[in-house]
């Protein structure tokens, strides 16, 4: 499709700022009136007429239905990890949470790199399609075979859930269902609230690997290619290690300091791409594997957090409250930070991404302190490696 970058631009942000406001909504349609099984087949079903109306677009080349079937995409795609947990707590408990959703991410992520690269290839091998339109709208009709083959796994997964619900848990589910008519926001605590906040984290990743590439080919004096293979580092070692430590972050425990950990290294990366001189080759290397290892903690060890702090009966409200903070704060770095490197340049940059993670860092000291004077310690409790309940 010939469009410019003002068009390309918003096939994104139809996917991001609606569903600040979406994510919240879902998550308590889900908890309150769906449940997980239906709420589940339902997201499917919005991804795959999505995509059908994506690909029917690109067909016949308009562009605004594109972005409709962009915007179906966008809601189950954001819905789907806060109902996803939802099987994890009612299939796991929490005792074996931060493992099942470390595995969860894992799968997700692996799903999101295939994305990117499948479509291409697919693309290419379709050059006997001389019409471009055409070609992309088939390569899309493949996405929505994908979601088809998703869809029969979530029919097979609701079917597996109902077997387990009928047979081993009905009292369980019973107690659950009258505790749901009773969730609000008010019962959220601070330490929820403090926890949520902490997603700034990921905003950050986010955005400074949208820049990051330039950002090496100036400072550091890199090739393209070179830029393009530090900044991938970020994400390099996700994929595989981050079951490996949501293993070790649930048999260990203490939840809040491997996140403050984690956060205390990406604040060091963020320092050192400060303070060093330019034209140091090593350097965007270096902190690219630091800033990796930070980022596969923070997934294993953080994004369990709220699931461990709020009721089973509240898991996809709160999931849903952390995706739309998410999208927002995600939303307005990356406007902010494209006006900060317009007027003030990367050092100026750099200074706030700093200044933002000592701020998630003072927030994570601050929930450790609340957890420590509750009456029962959750965010910096033992893993199962330490206690047999």
């Given amino acids: 499709m ?7 631009n918003l096939l994104f942000l139809v996917t991001t700022w609606p569903n600040i406001f979406v994510s919240v909504i879902g998550g308590v349609i889900a908890d309150r009136l769906l449940g997980r ?6 997201l499917i079903i919005i991804i795959l007429t999505g995509i059908l109306v994506w690909s029917a677009a690109s067909f016949f080349n308009l562009f605004w239905v594109v972005l409709v079937g962009r915007f179906f995409i966008g809601i189950g795609a954001t819905l789907i990890p806060a109902v996803t947990v939802m099987f994890f707590i009612n299939w796991f408990g929490k005792k074996y949470f931060t493992l099942a959703v470390s595995i969860g991410g894992t799968s997700a992520r692996l799903g999101g790199a295939a994305a990117l690269a499948v479509p291409q290839f697919i693309n290419e091998q379709l050059c006997f399609i001389d019409d471009p339109s055409y070609r992309l709208g088939a390569t899309i009709l493949v996405g929505a075979g994908l979601a088809c083959v998703g869809l029969m796994v979530g029919i097979t997964v609701a079917m597996l859930d109902m077997y387990r619900e009928t047979f081993k848990e009905k009292k369980t589910q019973k107690a659950k269902r009258s505790k749901m008519k009773h969730s609000d926001f008010k019962q959220f605590d601070d330490r929820f609230w403090l926890t949520v906040f902490i997603i700034i984290f990921y905003s950050i990743v986010f955005s400074f690997t949208g820049i990051g590439q330039v950002f090496y080919v100036q400072k550091y004096s890199l090739s393209l290619e070179e830029a393009s293979i530090a900044n991938s580092f970020v994400f390099s070692a996700t994929i595989l290690a981050t079951p490996i430590i949501g293993y070790i972050v649930n048999g260990i425990g203490h939840h809040i300091l491997w996140t403050m950990g984690a956060i205390t290294s990406a ?9 060093t001189s330019p034209g140091l080759h090593f350097i965007p290397y270096t902190t690219g594997i630091l800033y990796s290892v930070s980022y596969t903690i923070v997934a294993a060890a953080y994004w369990p957090l709220v699931g461990l702090i709020v009721e089973k009966s509240q898991i ?31 050092f100026v940059l750099e200074i706030m991404y700093s200044s933002l993670l000592f701020l998630i860092l003072m927030i994570s000291v601050l929930v450790l302190m609340i957890d420590l004077v509750s009456v029962r310690s959750v965010v910096n409790a033992p893993g199962t490696w330490k206690r047999e309940d």
């Fill in 2 to 8: 010939d469009i410019d970058t003002t068009q390309y």
């Fill in 37 to 42: 099984r239906v709420s589940y087949m339902i």
């Fill in 267 to 275: 604040l060091a990366v963020h320092l050192v791409l400060l303070i």
């Fill in 316 to 346: 996809a409200t709160a999931y849903g409250i952390m995706c739309s903070m998410n999208n927002l704060f995600w939303g307005l770095l990356s406007i902010v930070s494209g006006f900060i490197i317009d007027i003030s340049g990367y």
